[in-house]
Structure formats: C-alpha cells, structure tokens
C-alpha cells in the first residue's frame, strides 16, 4: 500500500491534481500497487481554513507518505501576506521543502515534435532537445536568513543574503551527476563564480565533485552565458546543475521548449536516486494561473507527467514514465491539446486522451 499526500493548493491546483489522480490509478493498477489517497489543504487554501500556510497537522502526515502530489499554489489573495518566522514561513510549498529536505529539484524540459510550431524556436533547432534543470531546493537565495528591508540613511534598503555550505552543493552534485549517468553523461554547472564568493564555492564544490564520475563530461559555465547557449544550441545540452535562483529561471526558460508552462512536471527529491527509491513531492512546475482557475482548461499534462516521475523515482517504474510520455506524446501528434497549446480539449478531454492511449 502506498500513502500518497494530494495537496491541490490554490486556482488550477485542485483541477490538474485530479487529472493527475486519475493517471495515478492508472498506473497504479498497471503496477499492481494499491494506493491510499489522502486530500488536505496547501497555502491559500490552508490559509483560508486554518490561518496557515502549512499546519504542524499537515507537515506530520506528509514525513509519513511515501510521495507528495501537489496542483499548485499561490494567488493576488495571498501572495502580500506576511507570516512570522523565516522564508520558509511565507510559502506552504517551501515550507514543505524546507522541512523535509527535498533538495534535488528535477525539471525536465523538452521539445514535442507536434508543438514546435507553438514555440519560438525556428529551423529544427529544438528538434529532440531535451534537457534536465537541477535545481537546487532548500538553499541559496530564497532561503536565506538574513533578509529583510531596513531604513539607511532615510532610504530603503532591502537584502537577501546568499549563503551555500558544502554539504549542500555536494549533495545536488552528487544527484546531478547520478542523473546524467541515466541519461546522455553531460552535466554542465552554471555559477557566477566570476563574480560572487557562494559561487566561488558552489564551483570548488561541484568540480571535486565531478572527479567521482570520470565517465561524465562535466563543464562549469558562466550562468549567463549558459542561458544564452541553451537557447542558441539548445540540443548540446543534458543535464545543467543551478542553486535554488538560477533554477527557477532556467527552468521557465527552457519550458519555452514544451510550447507552454502548462506542458512542465517537476520533482524535488529527499534523496539521490542512485540510493534507489526517493521520497518525492511532485508537483506541475507551473503557478496556480488565476487568469483561468474555475474553467476546466487548464494543461493537465504537467501534472500528469509529474504523476510519471513519482512512478519512477518514488514506485521504481521508470517503464511506466515513459508510458506516460509516449501516451501524451500520441495524443497532441493526434490533435488534442488545451487551449495553451493551440487546441480545444478541456482538462477532463486531454486526460481522456492519454488515458486511452496508456491503455492501447
Ligand atoms: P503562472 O504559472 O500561474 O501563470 C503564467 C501563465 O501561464 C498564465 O497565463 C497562465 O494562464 C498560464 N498557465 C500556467 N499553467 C497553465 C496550465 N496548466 N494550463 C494552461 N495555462 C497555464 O504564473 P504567475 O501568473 O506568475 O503566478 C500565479 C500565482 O502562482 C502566483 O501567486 C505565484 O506566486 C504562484 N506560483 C506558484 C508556483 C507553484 O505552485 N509551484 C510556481 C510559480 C508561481
Ligand atoms: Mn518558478
């Protein structure tokens, strides 16, 4: 029996949860896995309900699930809400994180031969890119516990302070090389050592690191450059390692890749999958859209791809993740999409889709 934790958080959370629920016991059933959903509330929801981003009540029961599913969260109702305590006070998701280290953030990007057309991208350049963001989860800038705003000389000043130690950085290291051992064996990692001194180290790091997995071509870059050369050659890239900022940013960069932000899953991870079985919080990488909340058209695909990556770092069925691709993957070569991307199918409709195809 798996315990699965279904946090639809806020906007288009709860309904792409749903659409990911559905796959899930799909899939679970296909496994032959028998699997305990359990419904609770995340940030504005939980908000409105109790008066916190995250309970002590929900942070319990989620150290006792094998894997996190979260729709989203966050919305104008919220977001300038101030909570006592630190960074990880103020976001029900971070809080999450926090708590339970899940450091190794994967974001996977890539191009849909069917949605290029959807995308910026011209000439076959993004023909079979496929790229994995690590992002770093519990650390650096949005973690940082100076911060604040103060008066200075009657001007305001506000400040995040940067701070990585090594464990940290060797930690997602040791996780990004593991993963591109999986894949195509190229790992770039992307710093502003020229500049700033938690990059110094992050590079120091990440490059004793990289002598473990000689069987990995490994290259440090200059983050800037780094998201420049993604867009211009975007296949020569595999896995490309970033602290907790820089993360986030490429992650929504090379989603242009997918044709939309709706297309995109994620995974942050407890541990290194090469330890076998993770503890994982899966979540589309999306926000909660409030511009189309409540309509029932919002791209399901992220989530559903999510509800893949559970089953391969979390239930050890990578066969069944590439079920999921290959099935959605089927379903936009055959015309069905969501609005996002350029068609008519309702959330229910997309799911419909691939579900028929997973069972083809
Ligand atoms: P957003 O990702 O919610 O939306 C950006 C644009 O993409 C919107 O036009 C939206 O309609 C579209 N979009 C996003 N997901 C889609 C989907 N599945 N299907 C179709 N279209 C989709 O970003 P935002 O508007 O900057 O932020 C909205 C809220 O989400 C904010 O409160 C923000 O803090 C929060 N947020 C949450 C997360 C998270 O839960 N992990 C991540 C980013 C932002
Ligand atoms: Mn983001």
Redesign the pocket.
Known sequence: MAHILALG?????PE?LDQGVRVAEHLAAAANLSLNINYELLHGASYDRYGSFCTADLLAKARVADAIL?G?????K??DIRMPGGAECQDG?MYLRHHLQTYLGLRPARNWASLTNRTPFKNNLIDGANILILREMCGGAMFSSQRGQRLENGKRKGFDMITYNEDEVARIAHGGFALARRRNKRLVSCDKSNVMESYKLWREIVSEVSLEYPDVSFENMFADNCGYQMMMRPCDFDVVLCCNQLGDLFSDLTGSFAG???MLPSACLASNPADGAAFGIY??????????AGKG????V?MILSVGMMFEFTFGRADLNHAVERAIERAIANGIA???VGGTASSTEMTDAILERLMQ
């Open positions: 958080g806020d906007g288009i959370g792409i979260v989203a969260v966050g919305g104008p919220w977001d998701l939309s932000l709706g979540e589309s990488t999306s926000g909660s859209a409030p511009d189309i058209i919002a791209n399901p992220g969501t609005r996002d």
